[in-house]
């Protein structure tokens, strides 16, 4: 899938319409990102995300949710925080 918009930092769009919200703590990864970009989802068994975008290229994993669902409160902080 390619990214069809990506005009807030922490939600993407993708070609297929799909829209997801990254992770805070993996924003920076996103930072080199094109609309040429081939990404593809998976499902993730991660305790904060319900599923990961990976950079076909260079296979970095950002993880993500549906943009309109809401972060699992205390998580996040859990997890910046390294617990």
Known sequence: MKIHTHA???VVELDDGSQWQIFPGDLA???????????R??????????????NGTDQSRVRVIAADETWVDGEVKKVLKGG
């Open 8 to 10: 807030e930092s922490h």
């Open 29 to 39: 990864t996103t930072l080199s990102w094109k609309p040429e970009t081939d990404l």
């Open 41 to 54: 989802l998976e499902q993730s068994g991660d305790r904060v995300s319900s599923h990961v975008l990976v």
